[in-house]
């Protein structure tokens, strides 16, 4: 089958640095990318990471292990305003469906 | 910048209703999905079309139907409204080719 495993909740402070962690069980791999979504909104595209490494943005980075199975996000100099939620989601090989994560609640404390 | 937009940000429908949700986008994207998500289940596809007049059904669809007259506009109808329908209802378009999801505000709808 199709899995893909995030934590459900994460708590970190303000100026610290979080990963959060993805393991994905799939039958292709495509690509795999990460979103963000505040509470009551849609999700928005962060990164997508389709060769294994390192994709760094600003204070958001995310890494892929193919051969594991495995990303992370992570995020630097956390701001109160990266409290939400992180979507973690793979393309399968069907080019039209991703599998989507459950998501991680991120709360960063003062 | 890609836009998709929703008809409505919140809906109350009662039981019975026929409900559509519209979403249009203005990016010339030839793939248009419809999801929900509800608490402790993510995101679920309903239905997903890859051009005009064409749509595929997605993990979830019974009690939905599509339709996609024109490539920026993908519309969602709940033939019956029903209460297990209450849920957030988020649109995401893609260009041909390219892997990247963008989303729509949502509609949060309630049917009572």
């Known amino acids: 089958g199709q899995n893909i495993d995030q934590p459900t909740e994460m708590t970190a402070t303000e100026g610290a640095i979080v990963q959060i962690n993805c393991t994905y069980q799939t039958s292709g791999f495509n690509g795999l990318f990460w979103y963000q979504q505040h509470a009551g909104e849609a999700p928005t595209f962060l990164s997508y990471?389709?060769l294994d490494g390192l994709e760094e943005k600003g204070r958001f980075s995310s890494f892929l292990s193919r051969s594991k199975g495995y990303s992370y996000l992570l995020l630097k100099e956390l701001q109160m305003k990266d409290s939400a939620s992180y979507l973690c989601?793979?393309?399968?090989?069907?080019?039209?469906?991703?599998?989507w994560g459950l998501g991680t609640s991120l709360a960063v404390n003062p | 910048d890609v836009k998709v937009t929703q008809s409505s940000r919140y809906l109350v429908k009662r039981t019975g209703e026929k409900v559509f949700l519209e979403c249009v986008q203005d990016m010339d994207h030839e793939n248009m999905f419809w999801y929900r998500q509800d608490p402790g289940l993510g995101l679920r596809l309903i239905y997903f079309?890859?051009?005009?007049?064409?749509?595929e059904k997605g993990d979830i669809p019974e009690g939905y139907s599509v339709s996609r007259e024109k490539k920026e506009r993908f519309s969602l109808i709940l033939e019956s409204a029903s209460t297990n329908q209450t849920s957030m209802y988020l649109c995401?378009?893609?260009?041909?080719?390219?892997?990247?999801?963008?989303f729509g505000p949502g509609t949060r709808l309630t049917v009572l």
């Open positions: 990471n389709v």
């Open positions: 995401a378009s893609r260009a041909a080719g390219v892997d990247t999801q963008y």
């Open positions: 079309s890859y051009d005009v007049k064409m749509k």
């Open positions: 989601a793979v393309n399968a090989g069907n080019n039209r469906k991703l599998i």
